[in-house]
C-alpha cells in the first residue's frame, strides 16, 4: 500500500457535489496514423496494454474506520478498463460548442470511489468526420485532484504516448499490492503518533517565512496578499455544474513577444490572460478599478524530498488589469512576476506539504464551510483566479498509434475561485483549456475566443 500525503488527501477532503476535485484534459487525436486503422476496439485493446505497465491506473483509496491518518492507495484486485473507458459521439455538428457541451457535462460528474479514481470519454464525430477513414477523435480523461498535480498529471500522460506510432507496449509492471484495514490502522498510528515531533520541526521553518515574508511586505518586494483581490461575477459560491472552452495560439508567436520585450513565455501567457479577463469585464461594465489577483500553483517537484502524487506550492501574483496599454501590462506584470517567483522561492519548498500533513480530515470540512458562508456575506476572494502553465513535450506524440494534434488541460475550480485557465504548449501550439460554472460565466467561449485578438494585440507591438 502507498498513504497518501496531507495535500493530497486534502482534495478528497474539500470535495463536495459543488466542488468536485478532478482535472481534466481533452486530447484531440488524428487516427489516420493508428497502425491497422482505427476501430474503437483496437484502441481500448492497445490501451489496456500500456495500462499493465502503469499501476497508478489500477490504484484504488482503502481507509479504516480506526485510521488516525490518512487513506492509502492499493492495487483494485477486481480492476476492468471498461468501467472507465467509455465511448460516445457528438451531436451534428460535432463543432467545438458541441463538444464543449459534452465535455462540460462529463466535467461535472464526480468520479466514483469505490474504484481507481479517473474515466475516459472516447468523443467521436468530431466535426462529423469517421474516426475509421482517418478523421479525428477526441479523448477527455478525468484523474483526482488527490493522485496528480499538473506536472504528475502530464507525466502520466506522457507515459501514454509515444513518439512513434508502432511502439510496441512496455512491459507490465506490478501494483502496490493490497492491505487490511488493520494494516491501515496500524501504520497510521504510528505516523499520527510521530506527528508532534515532525511538527516542532516544521514551526522554526513557518516563523522564518512569515518574518521573511513581513520584511520584504514592508521594503514592497512581496508578491500579492490574500483577500486582496476585487470581487468580480466568477467570484463567489460555485455549483456543481461545469462549462468548458477553449483555444489555440501559436507558440511562436507567443515566443516572438517574449524575445522582444526580454520577459519569459509565462509572463506572455499571464498578459494575455489579462487582457482577455479585462476586455471580457470591461465590455460588461464589471471591470474592476483594482488590479485581478491570480494564484499560479509552483511545482516543487525538483525541491521536494516528500512522498505524495501533489508536489506544488503557489503564488498570488497580480494581472495588472487596470493598466490599458497592453504593452505596459506586460512589462507590469513581468515585473510582479520577478518579485513574486523570488518571494515564493524563499518560502520552504515543502511547507504546504508539512502543514496539510497535520489537519485532520474535518478541518478542511469546516474551513470550507466557513469560507462559503463567507462568500455569502460578501468577504473578499482569497484570489480572483488559478492560472496555470505546463511544459509539454515539443515533439510529434502518438496516442496507441494516434498522433496527438491538441491537448487541452482543465483545472478544477473552487467557492470564491470559479475559473480556472490552463495552458499546456504542445509540438508548437500553445493549448488554452476554461473551466466554469455555468450559474456564474454562462458566456465562455467570450474568453475563448478573446486569446487571439489579445496576442495578436501584443503581436502588433513588436513591429
Known sequence: MQRLSGLDASFLYLETPQ??????????????????????????DALDQRIKAMPQFREKL??????????????????????????????????????ADICGHIASVPLDRSRPLWEK???????????RSGGRVVVMTKVHHAGVDGVSGANLMSQLCST???????????????????????????????????????????LTSVVDTVRRARSGLSMAPPFAAPRTVFNANVTGRRNVAFARLDLDDVKTVKDHFGVKVNDVVMALVS?????????????????????????????SDRPGRNQVSGMFSKLETHIEDPVERLKAIAEDNSVAKQHSSAISATLLQDWTQFA??????????????SRLSGARPVHNLVISNVPGPQVPLYYVGCEVKAMYPMGPIFHGSGLNITVMSLTGQLDVGIVSCPELL??????????????????????
Open 19 to 44: 466542488q468536485p476535485l478532478h482535472v481534466c484534459s481533452l486530447l484531440e487525436i488524428d487516427t489516420s496514423t493508428m497502425p491497422g486503422g482505427y476501430t474503437f476496439d483496437r484502441l481500448r
Open 62 to 99: 482503502a481507509d479504516s474506520r480506526f485510521n488516525l491518518d490518512h487513506p492509502v492507495w492499493v492495487e483494485d484486485k477486481d480492476f476492468d478498463l471498461d468501467r472507465h473507458l467509455h465511448r460516445i459521439g457528438l451531436p451534428a455538428p460535432g463543432g467545438p460548442r458541441e463538444l
Open 121 to 131: 470519454w472516447v468523443i467521436e464525430n468530431v466535426d462529423g468526420t469517421d474516426p
Open 164 to 206: 512513434e506510432p508502432d511502439a510496441p507496449p512496455p512491459d507490465p509492471v506490478d501494483g502496490p499490492g493490497d492491505a487490511s484495514g488493520l494494516e491501515i490502522a496500524l501504520s497510521g498510528a504510528v505516523r499520527f503518533a510521530t506527528r508532534p515531533l515532525k511538527l516542532v520541526n516544521t514551526l522554526p521553518t513557518t
Open 275 to 303: 487582457g482577455v479577463l479585462r476586455s471580457y469585464l470591461a465590455e460588461r461594465g464589471e471591470l474592476p478599478d483594482s488590479s485581478l489577483v491570480a494564484m499560479v500553483p509552483v511545482s516543487v517537484h525538483d525541491r
Open 360 to 373: 485532520a480530515p474535518a478541518v478542511f470540512g469546516v474551513a470550507m464551510r466557513v469560507y462559503a458562508a
Open 442 to 463: 454562462p458566456d465562455l467561449w467570450a474568453m475563448a475566443d478573446s486569446f487571439q485578438p489579445a496576442l495578436d494585440e501584443l503581436l502588433a507591438a513588436t513591429r
